[in-house]
């Protein structure tokens, strides 16, 4: 796909958000914040054994943080939590697949901060 593509792909995600709005019961949930901004996403999981049965995410910001989180939760439902925890920027920048300045990148990385918080806080309790 060349940027144009990409740059659409967003821009869909973010209008039509995958996997938007809170569940009635989840297993675990985690609120980040953007402090530059003051822009959130909620994220919550259900897990059947180690699988991410179902992803869902609230919240409000600018155009990359919602897409972002909307193509990740996408992107990882099933997926095995051990795989999701070694997830680093390069990861979303992969899906995102557009350049992105230093100051973005905290806009890009805050769902995966928020999914990560939530597996975090599921084995704190084990
Ligand atoms: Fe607030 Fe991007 S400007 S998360």
Same mark, same amino acid.
């Given at each position: 796909m060349?940027? +144009?593509i990409y740059a659409e792909n967003i821009l869909d995600?973010?209008?039509?958000?995958? +996997?938007?709005g809170q569940p009635s019961s989840f297993? *675990?949930? $985690?609120?980040?914040?953007?402090?530059?901004?003051?822009?959130?996403i909620k994220i919550f999981i259900n897990l059947e054994n180690d699988i991410i049965k179902?992803? +869902?995410? *609230?919240? +409000?910001g600018c155009a990359i943080s919602q897409a972002s989180a909307s193509i990740l939760t996408e992107h990882i439902k099933n997926k095995n939590i051990n795989e999701v925890k070694s997830y680093g920027?390069? $990861?979303?920048?992969?899906l995102l697949g557009i350049d992105i300045g230093p100051v973005r990148l905290k806009c890009a990385l805050l769902s995966l901060?928020?999914?990560?918080q939530a597996i975090q806080k599921l084995?704190?309790? $084990?």
């Open positions: 060349d940027s +144009n995600h973010y209008s039509n958000p995958r +996997n938007y297993d *675990t949930m $985690q609120r980040e914040f953007n402090p530059l901004c003051g822009d959130e179902d992803i +869902n995410f *609230t919240g +409000n920027k390069e $990861q979303v920048l992969g901060k928020a999914i990560k084995e704190d309790e $084990q």
